[in-house]
């Protein structure tokens, strides 16, 4: 690939992404900061509590009154009959609510591919050989990467980003190829060839807590730092000589022009920024979801 074309988009691609994370930190810390503060007025008996609160308060005396005779019951019923039970069991905390919603999907905002994320406080085995493949071929494959580069093709097909394609549709259609196989190749070299041979987990491990810098900090540190298949960590193989490979491969079907080692340098870098951020939008995915759309 050339400085000037493929290198080009890439570069806008990843500027996008940096704006957009941006955006959504800022959205997310004026969404806090508009939250309703707590109310101070905890002893006020007409405040309207939760469903589960007004269950305890207006049962509580009843429970408590009742217990003797519930144990007296108790006794009297055969082997095996079921005790009976408080209606707080019927509560769910709200902790365990808030812990459901703040997990990974396997989409961000219902499109773009998240497959390879964990939950944070999760340790899953180890992926085998299969399971490698199989998750870069969901992310080559999914609807979104056909969608994705078209409208990538449309942008450099309308900027002559590459002149030596032509125009029409022959033209068009030379940008697409090329752009499908630059993400192909990149899928399948950071998450199935490199670490098969590594034996690293190619997936990301959410950490999940602490504040915003420590957060960012261990998601851009991931770039270089790795789970092993072994739960141990290393040196991130997968993502530092697989993104390599994937610059260096592109020198074999772009034209002359495109080609060369600074071309290659300058693809090789654009790919770990791309990494970082990707990294940073999994992090603060289950937050973002948790603010954005809890009724």
């Not at 003797?68 to 009976?84: C, I, L, M, V, W």
Request: net charge neutral; with cysteine.
């Amino acid at each position: 690939m050339g400085c000037i074309g493929a290198r080009s988009y890439r570069r806008h691609a990843s500027r996008s992404a940096a704006i957009i994370t941006i955006f959504l930190f800022f959205a997310t810390s004026g969404l806090w900061a508009q939250a309703p503060p707590p109310d101070p007025d905890q002893s006020n008996p007409e405040r309207e509590a939760p469903p589960c609160q007004q269950t305890r308060g207006t049962a509580r005396s009843s429970s408590q009154a009742a217990v003797q005779s519930g144990k007296e019951n108790d006794e009297k019923k055969p082997n095996g009959a079921a005790p009976n039970r408080s209606p707080d069991d019927n509560c769910v905390p709200q902790s365990k609510k808030d812990e459901d919603e703040r997990k990974q999907t396997n989409r961000i905002l219902w499109v773009v591919p998240n497959f390879a994320a964990v939950n944070a406080n999760t340790q899953l085995p180890p992926l085998s050989v299969k399971g490698k493949f199989w998750l870069a071929t969901e992310d080559t494959f999914d609807y979104s990467a056909f969608v994705w580069t078209a409208i990538l093709s449309g942008q450099d097909f309308a900027t002559k980003a590459y002149p030596e394609f032509g125009q029409g549709m022959a033209g068009y259609g030379r940008y697409y190829y090329h752009l499908f196989i630059d993400g192909v190749s990149g899928a399948y070299f950071t998450e199935a060839i490199v670490p098969s041979l590594t034996h690293e987990d190619p997936r990301y491990y959410t950490l999940g807590h602490g504040g915003f810098f420590r957060r960012a900090g261990y998601a851009l540190s991931r770039v270089v730092i790795t789970k092993t298949d072994s739960e141990g960590t290393s040196f991130n193989w997968s993502e530092i000589v697989g993104n390599l490979c994937e610059a260096g491969l592109s020198n074999a079907y772009y034209p002359a022009e495109e080609r060369g080692a600074r071309a290659t340098a300058i693809n090789w870098g654009t790919q770990l920024e791309s990494a970082a951020l990707n990294n940073i939008a999994k992090e603060f995915w289950p937050d973002i979801r948790h603010l954005l759309f809890r009724k």
